[in-house]
């Protein structure tokens, strides 16, 4: 028997697709694939690690508002030192980059003191968010070294 062009693109077409099919016959057995655990245990978000772990342990004196590590905000409720409960704080950090760097944090504070049965807004000193950026930029390089070291 004789195939003529048309007719051998039929076959090899055929073969090919009785091959295809042998082979996925091979792969239906009762084994399914198994999820890596380990990845659906992995946590990403949207900002350095480092710095946020920092930053939520430097501010953990003082109630949270909101913490959103996609975003890398932390807010702070107000919070009255028991030693000086005429005055209080605010506190708002934000994370802006994945990379562990100074200029990846920026710390903002509010402060009032308490003055004729209410609170009224009271300048903060420089020097105080800068030290709480310090801190917080400290605390990452040092969870960064164990990290590395582990």
Aim: glycine share 6%.
């Amino acid at each position: 028997m004789t195939l003529y062009p048309a007719n051998r693109r039929s076959a090899l077409r055929i073969a090919t697709a009785f091959a295809a099919v042998a082979t996925l016959a091979g792969c239906a057995g009762n084994e399914r694939p198994r999820a890596d655990l380990a990845a659906a245990q992995v946590n990403t978000i949207g900002v350095n690690s480092y710095l946020w772990r920092a930053s939520l342990d430097a501010v953990s004196f003082a109630p949270l508002l909101q913490a959103d590590s996609a975003g890398g905000v932390i807010v702070t409720d107000w919070y009255s030192n028991p030693a000086n409960p005429g005055e209080r704080v605010k506190l708002t950090v934000s994370v802006l980059d994945t990379d562990l760097r100074a200029d990846a944090l920026r710390v903002a504070a509010s402060r009032q003191v308490a003055q004729g049965g209410g609170w009224i807004e009271a300048p903060v000193q420089a020097a105080t968010v800068q030290k709480l950026e310090d801190i917080i930029l400290t605390k990452a390089r040092e969870l960064r070294r164990q990290a590395i070291a582990s």
